[in-house]
């Protein structure tokens, strides 16, 4: 046998070539072409072109006008039967929805994705948007003031992991180095919330605040976007705390009672320690 010869790359299966084009939706505003999803995928236009007509006839696709695809509504529906995070989004979005009606800025719900903060829900007037300021739209944490403040009450130990990272900018107001993130961490701790300024782009005011959960960990953030040169952000810190507020005692009013052995339990353990 020669030692020198080469192995070729297994051949995708049916499933992960399916896989491919749907994680093709992950990078983008979420509308994209035939020609578009097969190149994200790597795949021929025949076999995007087969696997859309696959996914358009279960109903998983819909297709604009203009010939561009995206997801539908059904991935949702699955996912909410399962998903913790579509519980929160739903226990959330009457006071996000009252947020925005108020104040008519954008509105989100964050949680921590890895090292990333991940969009639950964006409110706001404009329809058309996309990129990170989008449902399923996500940046790294230290970037904005929802990732901020996930990070901020993160558990311990995950901000030195964090950090091992490079701190990438986005603008030259974007926290790049670790005493100034460490510090703005603190602090954020301290004031139950933080305003970020210019970070993921110029002329651009995000405050945030926790939502946590029954046990006192932080189970998401709401924040709020604002056009410097129109609005004063500390203006807004009182309603976005507010509402943080009602969404995490909505939070804990929907958590599962404990079963009489899980209060026994923590009773022994209690006594013992």
Known sequence: ??????????????AGRLLALLGAFSDGNGALRLSELSRRADLSLTTAHRLVQELLGWGGLEVDQDGRYRLSAKFIELASVSTQ????????LPYLVDLQRRTGLTVHLAVRNGLNVMNLEALRLHPNYGGANRIGGSLRLHVGATG??????????FVDLYVREPLLRFTSQTIGDVPTLLKTLEQTRA??????RNTPVGDKGMIAAPVMN????????VGMICSLDRHDPDRYVG???AMARRISRALAARA?????RTLAFRSRHAAAS
Not at 214 to 221: C, N, T
């Open 1 to 14: 046998m020669d030692s020198g010869s080469t192995h070729e790359s297994p051949k995708p299966t049916a």
């Open 85 to 92: 995070g579509l519980r929160l989004r739903e226990t959330a």
């Open 148 to 157: 901020l403040v996930l990070l901020a009450y993160a558990p311990p130990g």
């Open 191 to 196: 004031d139950g919330h933080v305003i970020a």
């Open 214 to 221: 029954a046990e006192g960990g932080i189970e998401a953030a």
């Open 239 to 241: 309603i976005v705390r």
């Open 256 to 260: 599962p009672q404990p079963s009489a």
